[in-house]
């Protein structure tokens, strides 16, 4: 067949269509990604967010992620003086007791290291001592608020100064004047107390030391004094990890029972009935269209908080997602099992029963076991909400913006926590879904 020349030039104007169109998706999508990223950049003021990054704040939160500080406080009107480790109750040393670098007396004398020196003296005055600047001093007073006196010359950047407040925040350490109290703050490495409190009598005991004392009978007090830790609340903390488990577990199994027996009415080659397909998958949009943390709110007002409230939410939000995926798989299974079932004279449950479950198991199984990992972290999340899980005790750390060690704390359980779950999941998968029974 010959082609004519109006031929040629229809292909000719239909390749040359091809190709325009072609340019304009190659170039004309990088244009339009670049004015949306700069409309980005505008539109949320990034060059603004840039400039008011404060990197001394994040320093600071970030070493006391991994670091403690103790306190040495004067009541300017009693004159009593108390050592406390991040000033807490539990963590107060006994009157008349403190560590080697506070010297008590009628001058408390508190050695920063490196030759900084904190003196509280008699009448509420005080000093310090810094090398390479020179002593400062103040004396606080109800009615005449903190009078101060520097060298001279300008103040540094590290010194805050107020009629009735002087803060000066060194490397050695940290001192606050205000007209009713003087405070220390020395930092140190590591999470104190983390084991034993002040009060315990394994407190200061070496790891050999406390072995032994364990092995030698001592092995329950040993026990309950490291669990009934009142800083660091290890019981406590543990029960708020099973939890945040059991909220990831009821939730996730129950969509999974729940959505099953819905999934048959919203596939159709198991439902015949157009509108019943219809409302149960309208029904499974609305489930998972409100996220988790929606019906969380909406159930918390409903129910009150706690655990409990948690669960079903996530149960109402992965009975959506379930049924979707459930009646899906469903519509994908191979009908000439079920037809080879049928022709032994199974009845339409045992029909279901052995020719469709069975080949539906492992995705449902894999999908179910994924959300159970998902959820875990989202668990999190919502026990903060509800008030329970060890999202409820991350929140309240971080909210009293003082003891991030803690925080660091929390947030190392829950990584360890998503990785076990994430283990276990897969572990659980293989056995079975593949039948490995090596469990690698």
Request: a negative charge; charged letters at 20%.
């Amino acid at each position: 067949m010959t082609m004519t020349a109006t031929d040629a030039q229809i292909l000719k104007a239909q390749a040359d269509s091809l190709f325009t169109r072609k340019r304009l998706m190659s170039f004309g999508l990088p244009v339009l990604v670049l004015v949306y990223l700069t409309y980005i950049f505008f539109s949320f003021d990034i060059a603004g967010l840039a400039q008011r990054i404060k990197m001394d704040n994040a320093r600071t939160l970030v070493a006391d992620s991994y670091s403690y500080k103790t306190h040495v406080t004067r009541d300017n009107r009693t004159g009593d003086v108390g050592v406390a480790i991040e000033g807490e109750r539990n963590g107060t040393y006994e009157a008349g007791t403190s560590p080697a670098w506070v010297s008590l007396g009628e001058e408390t004398v508190i050695d920063l290291d490196d030759g900084h020196v904190v003196t509280f003296g008699a009448d509420n005055f005080v000093s310090y001592e810094i090398p390479g600047y020179g002593l400062v001093t103040a004396q606080p007073s109800r009615s005449a608020g903190v009078q101060a006196t520097f060298p001279e010359g300008e103040l540094p950047e590290w010194i805050n100064a107020s009629k009735n407040r002087v803060a000066i925040t060194t490397e050695a350490g940290r001192l606050s004047v205000t007209r009713n109290r003087t405070e220390v703050f020395r930092y140190f490495m590591g999470w104190e107390l983390f084991f034993f409190t002040l009060d315990s009598p394994y407190h200061g005991l070496g790891f050999g030391e406390v072995m032994a004392r364990a092995l030698g009978g001592e092995a329950s007090d040993v026990w309950m004094d490291f669990w009934t830790n009142k800083m660091w609340r290890h019981g406590d903390v543990a029960w708020a990890l099973f939890e945040t488990i059991l909220m990831a577990f009821l939730g996730t199994m129950g969509a999974a029972i729940v959505a099953l027996p819905l999934a048959f009415m919203a596939a159709k080659n198991f439902s015949p009935f157009v509108i019943l397909r219809q409302v149960t998958r309208r029904f499974f949009d609305f489930f998972r269209g409100v996220d988790a943390l929606i019906w969380t709110i909406v159930l918390a007002r409903a129910f009150g908080p706690g655990p409990l409230t948690g669960a079903l939410a996530i149960l109402i939000t992965d009975t959506g997602s379930f049924g979707k995926m459930f009646s899906e798989a469903l519509e994908n299974v191979d009908e000439k099992q079920i037809e080879g079932i049928q022709s032994t004279g199974a009845k339409p449950v045992q029909r279901h029963r052995f020719g469709v479950i069975p080949q539906v198991t492992p995705v449902l199984l894999s999908q179910i076991l994924y959300y159970l990992e998902s959820n875990t972290r989202s668990a999190t999340i919502i026990g903060a909400i509800t008030g329970g899980g060890i999202g409820l005790m991350l929140t309240q750390a971080m909210i009293t913006q003082k003891d991030w060690e803690e925080v660091a704390y929390y947030i190392v359980l829950i990584v360890l926590m998503v990785m076990a779950m994430d283990w276990f999941s897969g572990w659980l998968r293989r056995k079975l879904i593949a039948g490995d029974e090596s469990g690698r």
